[in-house]
């Protein structure tokens, strides 16, 4: 029985043998294996610059940013003059010269800006004065070296001006020409909405044909109304503008002063 025990018992297993890859080597399975040191290289210090390529680079920088401070404020004082020329024609204002090193402008005197010297070119709007205009005194009529107006329409001014001496002494007056169409009494129309006025109306067509009839020349219904609306012929202020009471209340005197001029 004891030998037959032995027998069954199982071997005890030997560690085995393990060839290497280049021969016949034998070599542990529990050995650890070798690591391989990498040998470290030493740094190299860094090249020093010499002083002469510095100062060449530092001269450098410095005249770029110089150059680039020089283009920046120069485009700040171009954007600073375009502002200013544009908010003078915002103002109405030409022909501005901005003196440099200052912060006033300088407007130059222009015959377009100022009123006065087109009343001088027609002399004052004297009627017998415009209707003895010649050809030759309509083309000097200049401004800037450009017509004041066309010369169809100078001609008509002068042409106006020659019918409305005849109205003056056929009526009296140019005023009572126009009064008598709308019996020396203002139209009002008590308009709420400024899209309610019309452009021309058929009292303001009949004056137009009549004026037409006796030589007067661009003086079509719509030109004919404006006047009317100028002159006060015809009332058109809206309902909610202070000037309408006032044009009435106005309206009322000069009729009163009307009928006592006929009284006496």
Partial sequence: MATKVQSLARPVSEQRAILGPTGNRVRASEDPKRKTEVPKRPKKPAPKIPEPVIRNNASVDSSCSSESST????????????????????????????????????????????????????????????????????????????????????????????????????????????????????????????????VKTPKAELISKDLMQKGFRCVGPTVVYSFMQVSGIVNDHLLTCFRYQQCNADAKKDLKTKIEEMKN
């Avoid at 010649?134 to 009529?141: A, F, I, M, P, R």
């Fill in 71 to 198: 283009s920046s404020a120069a485009s700040a004082k171009r954007m600073e003059n375009s502002r200013r020329s544009v908010t003078a024609k915002r103002n109405g204002v030409k022909n501005m010269k901005v003196v440099p090193h200052a912060s006033a402008e300088i407007p130059e005197a222009s015959p377009m800006n100022s009123g006065p010297i087109k009343r001088k070119l027609f002399d004052n709007f004297d009627i017998s004065s415009v209707s003895q205009f010649t050809e030759k005194k309509l083309l000097s009529l200049k401004v800037n070296g450009s017509l004041l107006l066309s010369e169809a329409k100078l001609r008509a001014i002068v042409e106006n001006a020659k019918q409305m001496l005849k109205v003056q002494q056929e009526f009296g007056s140019f005023s009572n020409y126009c009064w008598n169409f709308v019996n020396h009494a203002p139209v009002r129309n008590g308009f709420r909405y400024a899209r309610q006025a019309p």
